[in-house]
């Protein structure tokens, strides 16, 4: 039963150019979590969602991010005309069933803004 | 709002010592608590989950312990090893997501 899967594991833009993040859950699991780990912070909740619905979005920037779940395939974490500060790491976790469970991470991947 | 602070922030200890890694939550309502160890530029790994209706978990010689009543959990690492050096994090959920501490920083001295 393979892990969390994110890719890239490494991503480097350009400012004013999009970055998309993509995470696959683990078999079975229909909830999906981002966290996003800016230099030398803590893990930050983001966005929560289940397939195809935005449960929570509480630790979303109001602008530029937007994140998806579809029926089918990976979710997705876009970033719009990224900015020096959205250099960061940002993980993924999935669950089984509701927010109560314990949730498993991703890998993570590394956002670069030159 | 959730604050996790754990103490403390950086730890150096030499190698088979035993030591014990502190994390508070200013809201003790919470559902479950994780540890996990980050190595740099790496992701999260699980080390022990503690369930709600548990106190206390045990793996190898990683021991983690929660009291809810207080929002306070400890986790004890017994005969610390060079590869025990790494970050270690708190978290604890209660409702969507779970609240991360900033984490304590592990060095075990050959």
């Known amino acids: 039963n393979a892990g969390v899967m994110q890719n890239p594991r490494h991503l480097v833009r350009r400012r004013g150019q999009e970055a998309r993040l993509r995470c696959s859950p683990m078999?079975?699991?229909?909830?999906v979590y981002w966290y996003r780990q800016l230099p030398e912070e803590g893990l930050k909740f983001m966005v929560y969602?289940?397939?195809?619905?935005?449960?929570?979005e509480s630790g979303m920037p109001k602008e530029r991010f937007s994140a998806e779940f579809p029926k089918e395939g990976p979710s997705i974490l876009r970033i719009q005309q990224v900015v020096r500060g959205d250099s960061a790491a940002y993980f993924c976790?999935?669950?089984?069933?509701?927010?109560?469970?314990?949730?498993?991470f991703g890998p993570g991947t590394r956002l670069t803004v030159l | 709002k959730q604050e996790v602070t754990q103490i403390p922030a950086a730890l150096s200890v030499p190698e088979g010592e035993n030591l014990v890694l502190n994390c508070s939550f200013t809201d003790s309502a919470i559902y479950n608590l994780q540890w996990f160890r980050q190595d740099p530029g790496k992701g999260l790994t699980s080390l022990l989950l503690i369930q709600s209706s548990q106190r206390e978990q045990t793996s190898g010689r990683l021991n983690a312990s929660l009291d809810k009543s207080s929002g306070r959990s400890t986790l004890y690492i017994a005969a610390s090893q060079p590869g025990d050096s790494a970050t270690y994090l708190c978290a604890g959920n209660t409702g969507n997501q779970f609240y991360f501490g900033t984490g304590t920083s592990l060095t075990v001295i050959p």
């Open positions: 078999k079975g699991h229909s909830h």
């Open positions: 969602l289940q397939k195809e619905n935005i449960i929570d």
């Open positions: 976790a999935s669950s089984p069933t509701s927010s109560a469970d314990t949730q498993y």
